[in-house]
């Protein structure tokens, strides 16, 4: 059962670059990293996964080192309809596994 | 519909009653998680489906919490005789499969409050 570990809150500017990282030290091998980002009165909405090294989408970038022990999350250019939770899970989708989310970023943008 | 759908999306009831809440998954996914939040609070995973099983239900908060699904689709979430520390935000969540690569797609949830 992989405990994650984020930043409780942050805050930036809009038009600027923000990262988030989240720790996973006990992340077994079958583990993926997945991003989601929660509104107030909403559901998390998903954002990217990754399993290693890097991956980029249309909204973000996750990082991943090799030891894989944490990742971080990049969000080019923010917004301030960026401003949200982001929650890191790492877990397998394989039954018998909970998943298990950490306690969420919140993160500020200001004009 | 497209995504999916919980209801009701909020309930009041008095301390003692039993609610039931409701999932629709995505068309097609066979996996489908139940979760709660509390207020100003992370996801508490409960329970997962995969088809009509229910292979860990050690997340559940009490033998007062039940979950079950039908058809392979519909789930619901019975909490008997509610408690005030019942009170929080349910969330549902499908996903095409248990694979590793498939992401959950998350309902708005059901507001459960108990008077």
């Known amino acids: 059962l992989a405990k994650t570990t984020q930043p409780i809150s942050m805050d930036s500017y809009e038009g600027q670059e923000v990262n988030i990282t989240c720790s996973h030290n006990?992340?077994?091998?079958?583990?993926?990293i997945t991003w989601y980002q929660q509104f107030p009165s909403q559901g998390p909405r998903f954002i990217i996964q990754?399993?290693?090294t890097k991956v980029t989408n249309e909204v973000a970038s996750l990082f991943i080192p090799a030891d894989r022990k944490s990742s971080t999350l990049s969000l080019p250019r923010v917004s301030l309809s960026d401003t949200a939770v982001y929650y890191c899970?790492?877990?397998?989708?394989?039954?018998?596994?909970?998943?298990?989310f950490g306690g969420g970023t919140r993160l500020m943008v200001k004009p | 519909g497209a995504g999916v759908s919980q209801s009701p999306s909020n309930k009041v009831t008095e301390k003692g009653k039993d609610v039931e809440l409701r999932c629709d998954p995505i068309?097609?996914?066979?996996?489908l998680y139940w979760y709660r939040q509390s207020l100003g609070q992370g996801l508490e995973f409960l329970i997962y489906?995969?088809?009509?099983?229910?292979?860990?239900k050690s997340g559940l908060p009490s033998d007062r919490f039940s979950a079950e699904r039908t058809g392979g689709s519909v789930s619901t979430l019975t909490i008997q005789r509610t408690q005030q520390e019942d009170s929080a935000v349910y969330l549902c969540?499908?996903?095409?499969?248990?694979?590793?690569?498939?992401?959950?797609?998350f309902g708005d949830g059901t507001r459960l409050s108990i008077l």
């Open positions: 969540a499908s996903s095409l499969n248990r694979q590793v690569d498939q992401p959950q797609h």
């Open positions: 006990n992340i077994a091998t079958n583990d993926y």
């Open positions: 990754g399993y290693k």
């Open positions: 899970l790492v877990g397998v989708n394989n039954a018998g596994n909970m998943l298990t």
């Open positions: 068309s097609g996914h066979t996996a």
């Open positions: 489906f995969q088809g009509n099983s229910a292979p860990d």
